[in-house]
């Protein structure tokens, strides 16, 4: 991702992010032409979906669900079960 400054339009670079949700973040840049040295906030935003995901979220919870200890998984085996 190129971001340029909005003061002078030379190449800046970020800094630091704050993830703010999972779809925007703040983005803390400074202009890299020293006779500048603009610091500034960009905000970065999820617009749209172009194309869904493969992933479902069946295929999601089954990944998460590996990640647990097996003792972890037996018991949410038997927490389902009550369902």
């Known amino acids: 991702m190129r971001i340029l400054c909005p003061e002078c339009g ?9 993830r703010i949700s999972l779809g ?19 905000n ?4 749209h979906t172009l194309s869904p995901s493969a992933k479902t979220s069946t295929q999601l919870a089954f ?11 037996q018991e949410l085996k038997a927490r389902l079960s009550l369902l």
Request: net charge negative.
């Open 10 to 18: 030379e190449k800046s670079s970020i800094q630091k992010s704050n």
């Open 24 to 42: 925007y973040s703040d983005l803390y840049c400074s202009c890299r032409d020293p006779e500048c040295g603009h610091s500034f906030v960009m």
């Open 44 to 47: 970065l935003s999820f617009s």
């Open 63 to 73: 990944e998460l669900l590996k990640t647990l200890a097996p003792s972890q998984q």
